[in-house]
């Protein structure tokens, strides 16, 4: 068994831990609680199938990890609006996570139903984590259900932070090299001697960035090369980086950042192709400076594993950019 099997198996067997583990983040907030105050909403259904407009008021007290949040729930169809106050105790689980602690609440409005500070046994389990992803909190009190994802209120638009992207930094340089393609049934291509260029840049804001992988066949005219756009931005609707990407064989593929650690970039990647459905456990390793080293380490056509031992296509940094890049 060679080593591309091995491989291949263990991270088979290991990807729903990728995907849970998430991925790490380029910046360290100097202050872990950066990000947790403020006014943000979200809407819902309440379980009479009405629509509700929720809104939660974060605020910061003179106790140190000590939040107070108003929570207010104003149903569509008019009837009685339901606020409530809680006491949070925050205490960051890294750079990004906090893990909070209700430590006693009370009901506001309706008025009637108002009441005094409720603690001690009657909290104990009101538990739960925050990620903070700049204008947006990612909020759960139960890991068997999707994230509530409530948004910040903000003058113009709520939008990411600048270092959403961070970890897709090397991809915004150039990279160039030879690879002697095997072929694949997948993108009906045919054993070549190709070489291969990516460009990637990021938009004014740095929260979308676009890339262009091109591979030219040996003795192929320029318009039979194949050529990849990738359109690669943070999803808020699931807080994953996601990528889109279009080639000149009519293929679309989406792509999920899953695990990115020390220059390795993990993505799991899907597309109908003419050949059928394509599935790729992707890896984009930047590990050693100036190297870009793409690897195909898992490639299922119809739900069938193939190219097993496509070789690893090794770009190197353009020369100009290398020069920049030491001055």
């Not at 890339?211 to 808020?236: K, L, V």
């Amino acid at each position: 068994m060679n080593l591309r099997s091995i491989t291949l198996r263990l991270l088979s067997s290991v990807l729903f831990a990728l995907v849970s583990q998430g991925f790490a983040t380029a910046q360290e907030e100097s202050d872990p609680y950066s990000g947790v105050a403020g006014t943000f909403t979200r809407a819902s259904i309440n379980e009479d199938g009405v629509g509700v407009a929720i809104k939660r008021v974060i605020a910061a007290t003179d106790k140190p990890g000590t939040f107070l949040q108003t929570r207010t729930v104003t149903p569509a169809d008019g009837s009685d609006i339901s606020q409530w106050k809680f006491e949070m105790k925050i205490e960051p689980l890294n750079s990004r996570v906090l893990k909070y602690r209700i430590a006693r609440y009370k009901r506001v409005l309706p008025q009637s139903e108002a009441g005094d500070w409720v603690s001690g046994e009657q909290t104990k389990d009101m538990v739960g984590v925050i990620e903070v992803r700049g204008n947006f909190h990612y909020s759960t009190n139960r890991l068997t259900e999707p994230a509530e994802i409530w948004v910040r209120q903000t003058d113009d638009y709520a939008t990411l932070d600048a270092d959403a992207l961070s970890v897709l930094e090397p991809l915004t340089k150039t990279y160039v090299g030879r690879y002697d393609s095997a072929g694949t049934a997948a993108y009906n291509a045919n054993a070549s001697s190709t070489l291969v260029k990516c460009t990637g840049r990021t938009n004014a804001t740095g929260t979308v960035l676009s890339f262009d992988w091109t591979m030219n066949a040996d003795g192929a005219p320029t318009e039979r090369a194949f050529e990849a756009h990738g359109i690669c931005m943070f999803d808020s609707s699931t807080g994953k980086i996601t990528s889109h990407i279009y080639n000149s064989v009519g293929v679309v593929m989406k792509a999920d950042l899953v695990r990115a650690r020390d220059g390795k970039l993990l993505w799991e990647r899907s597309a109908k192709a003419p050949a059928g459905e394509i599935r790729e456990l992707c890896l984009f390793d930047f590990s050693k400076p100036g190297v870009f080293r793409h690897s195909i380490v898992l490639r299922t056509l119809n739900g069938a594993i193939i190219d097993q031992e496509e070789e690893d296509i090794v770009l190197h940094l353009q020369e100009s950019e290398t020069e920049s890049a030491e001055e």
